[in-house]
């Protein structure tokens, strides 16, 4: 079809074009305001693989319209010379777009040192914006692993910004400031344990800021007398200069502040506290646990923070490294803002667990931390097996909603798992039943009374009793008699090229549409969308064909006329034709037509469930049972809006990598989660044994 423009109102009514045009999956390739209104070229999805522009443009079906237009809203063909060239240049540009991506997709995914060393840095917990950068600068010579390793050690290690040693030992005032429970206090006490050895215990002071929080300023008290320090006490709203008098005979001092989230309106308030006459030096904490995220907006927040309070944030200290799972967020966070390390602290001991920061320490520590992008894949990999687990209960979580909201799962499972089925009480008894064949049709489907398929029915060949019978074609004479007995209500499909009678002519149904009186419109879902069915109904009379009991009669009937319209842009999607007889309710018949609409899919779902089955060995002793009863399923989960359909289907489509949804879709989806499972079964049976070996 190649490229087309449209042409609406507003952005909503030219994109509600497209789709009617080109489906959801349309590549958008320019959107632009125009006297005309909205513009937008657009490419279908099977179209954008070759680049061809096409020499015309199919104009797109216009939308119903609801209210009157004041421009033009019907989409113009791209004809003139300038749309051709435009056309040709918007193709170009996305081929040439294309061949980036897979040029870099095959530069990352190389296997060579490059994807390699991507792969440490990601376990390590290195964010993309740093490791990207790093890793373009990796010279051709350092192909041997062991040569592309110490090259990344040498380039974190330059990068990484650490104070030279006795850098805070400097006579002055040090404020630590940073979130709650950053470890302000302890960290506190250990740079006061640490200056008061070197320089003398009265010579320091440790200054609470800390109003806030209950025993902040006991603990303080308590380590300040362990040490043999002063302790000062500043309340709220008193600036630190009104302590300078008091401070003047101790030249280190150590300020510890009130722990505030980087979100916190007061934070500016806190650190202006400390600007004034006396200057101070703002250290900031970096909890080594926290994420990476985390890490990035307090250093933003807080760095904007202070320089609007007139202080120079350029330093940090690390903490809790002994409770972080991967150092990487913490170096990243570092490197990337530029903040000059001092300590690590390591634990709670004073001072002890406080070391002097080391560029290649951190480094060596942060890339022997890491996570799952680190391991080598191989069974029995830290990150492997949590990788397995995770998605181990992933796929239990579904099996647990399949078995919550499907009544035939058991049977599903039994069959998959090559052993007969077993009975499912829900087919057999269900009160409509779908019927699949010839002259001589067998009921192949259980529907429940929202006509949603509740398994496949144990035996076949039995007549239920009471049951709705949904026909694939109109029944013969014997079909008819039997149907007659039973009082059984049915409703069939039928061909447009049907003939019935109709005051006196003998017609097609296609023919007959016209002369319908409308009835009714639904909502229905048909083939993955929403859509809109619009009935109308016609008496008519039918010969039934065959032999069967009696003499031949004639029928009297109820014909009814199906178009489904897509619910945004009103397009036929198609037509339908039922039977019913004359003496059902109509309402009943518009309930059972709209049932066999739903479940007019499941013949091809079944032949493609069997066509994968077969394709991937699996299906046991009865692989068109197995096909049958799954297809039912991927009817069930497309059309059930239970909670359990809901939760289910965002599940099912993340393991087939789509967005969209469909019968088909879900279908292979449940294929896939059933393989899944048998392979993480194999895989930790495999496993296991190499474990016990």
């Known amino acids: 079809m190649g490229v087309q423009r449209f042409v609406g109102n507003n952005n909503r009514e030219a994109m509600g074009r497209v789709r009617a045009a080109l489906g959801d999956d349309a590549l958008i390739l320019a959107n632009r305001a125009t006297d005309q209104g909205v513009e937008i070229l657009a490419l279908a999805e099977d179209d954008a693989s070759g680049y061809a522009p096409a020499p015309r443009v199919v104009t797109a079906p216009a939308a119903p319209p609801a209210v009157a237009a004041p421009r033009p809203a019907t989409a113009a063909p791209v004809s003139t010379a300038a749309g051709s060239d435009l056309t040709e240049q918007l193709l170009r540009e996305v081929r040439d777009m294309r061949d980036q991506l897979n040029r870099r997709a095959a530069t990352e995914d190389d296997g060579g040192p490059r994807a390699a060393l991507r792969r440490r840095l990601r376990g390590a917990g290195f964010s993309a914006e740093f490791s990207d950068p790093l890793l373009a600068g990796l010279p051709p010579e350092a192909g041997d692993p062991r040569q592309a390793d110490a090259w990344l050690q040498r380039q974190l290690q330059r990068r990484l910004s650490v104070a030279a040693p006795g850098d805070l030992d400097q006579p002055g005032v040090i404020a630590l400031i940073g979130p709650t429970g950053v470890g302000k206090t302890t960290t506190a006490a250990k740079l006061a344990a640490r200056l008061a050895r070197r320089h003398g215990a009265e010579r320091v002071a440790l200054v609470s800021a800390d109003h806030y929080r209950i025993g902040a300023r006991d603990q303080l008290r308590i380590y300040a007398d362990l040490l043999g320090v002063a302790l000062f006490s500043l309340e709220e709203d008193q600036p630190l200069d009104s302590l300078a008098g008091s401070l003047a005979e101790r030249p280190w001092v150590v300020v510890d502040t009130i722990g505030m989230s980087q979100r916190d309106a007061r934070l500016g308030e806190q650190l202006r506290q400390l600007s004034g006459a006396v200057t101070v030096r703002p250290v900031l904490l970096l909890n080594a646990a926290s994420q990476g995220e985390t890490l990035e907006e307090v250093v933003a927040v807080y760095r904007g923070t202070a320089r609007t309070a007139g202080l120079a944030l350029d330093d940090a200290i690390i903490s809790k490294q002994d409770e972080a799972s991967r150092l990487g967020p913490v170096l990243d966070a570092a490197i990337r803002h530029d903040l000059r390390l001092h300590f690590v602290c390591r634990g709670q001991r004073v001072p002890e667990d406080m070391v002097a920061a080391d560029a290649a320490g951190l ?20 990150g492997w097996t949590r990788r397995v687990l995770a998605q181990g209960r992933a ?14 799962f058991p049977a599903i499972e039994a069959l998959w798992h090559g052993r007969s089925a077993v009975d499912c009480p829900a087919a057999d008894q269900a009160p409509i039943h779908l019927h699949h064949g010839g002259t001589r049709p067998v009921p192949v489907l259980g529907l429940d009374p929202q006509g949603l398929p509740v398994g496949v029915p144990t035996a076949p060949g039995q007549r239920f009793a009471g049951a709705a019978q949904l026909l694939p074609a109109p029944p013969d004479t014997a ?9 059984q209500p049915w409703l069939s499909a039928a061909r447009g090229n049907s003939r019935v009678w109709h005051r006196g002519e003998r017609l097609p149904l296609s023919e007959c549409f016209p002369l319908a009186a409308p009835w009714d419109s639904l909502m229905v879902r048909h083939r993955g969308r929403a859509a809109q069915l619009r009935l109308r109904r016609l008496d008519v009379a039918v010969p039934p064909t065959g032999r069967g009991d009696g003499a031949p009669f004639t029928a009297l009937l109820c014909a009814w006329f199906g178009e489904i319209r897509d619910l945004d842009s009103g397009r036929l999607l198609g037509r339908r034709y039922w039977v019913a007889p004359a003496g059902q309710g109509r309402e009943q018949d518009s309930e059972l037509l709209r049932h066999l609409l739903r479940c007019e899919e499941w013949p091809a779902l079944r032949e493609r469930a069997a066509a994968d089955l077969a394709g991937a060995g699996e299906g046991g002793e009865d692989p068109r049972g197995l096909a049958g009863a799954l297809a039912a399923l991927a009817i069930r989960l497309d059309q059930d809006n239970g909670d359990w359909a809901l939760d289910l289907r965002a599940q099912l489509l993340s393991l087939t990598g789509t967005r969209r949804r469909s019968a088909t879709t879900l279908l292979t989806a449940l294929i896939e989660l059933f393989s899944a499972r048998r392979d993480l079964q194999r895989i930790g049976a495999v496993a296991g044994g190499a474990g016990h070996a």
């Open 479 to 487: 079909l008819w008699r039997a149907l007659q007995r039973s009082g």
């Open 363 to 382: 480094v060596d520590d942060a890339l022997a931390l890491t996570g799952d992008a680190g391991d080598d894949d191989q069974p029995g990999a830290t």
């Open 395 to 408: 796929l239990d979580a579904a099996v647990s909603l399949l078995r919550e909201g499907a009544p035939d």
